[in-house]
């Protein structure tokens, strides 16, 4: 079971520049209030590795997190990420280069 889903929407046109917006939400089903923080920071970290390098600029990402990212391995929530960019068609052709 993927410790998130993943939710992606057009960006506005009105963006000076284009820019990767992601933002996280977490519901009190998956836990405590200190469970609820581990979720949002390890999908903040995997959302940080994959999304600049692998996403799309013009698009917003929202990454709903569910109790399974507390026990599913961090690798495998950066390959769970690679994987619904796919299925969304939101993942860039080439990765992109991160300084």
Known sequence: MPGFVLQVAAAPKNLVRPVVRVGFTVSRKVGNAVERNRVRRRLREVARLVIPARGLVDLDYVLVGRQA????DFAALQSDLV???????????KPVATP
């Open 83 to 93: 994987e619904a960019l796919k299925r969304l068609k939101a993942l860039a052709e």
């Open 69 to 72: 990212a507390l026990r599913r």
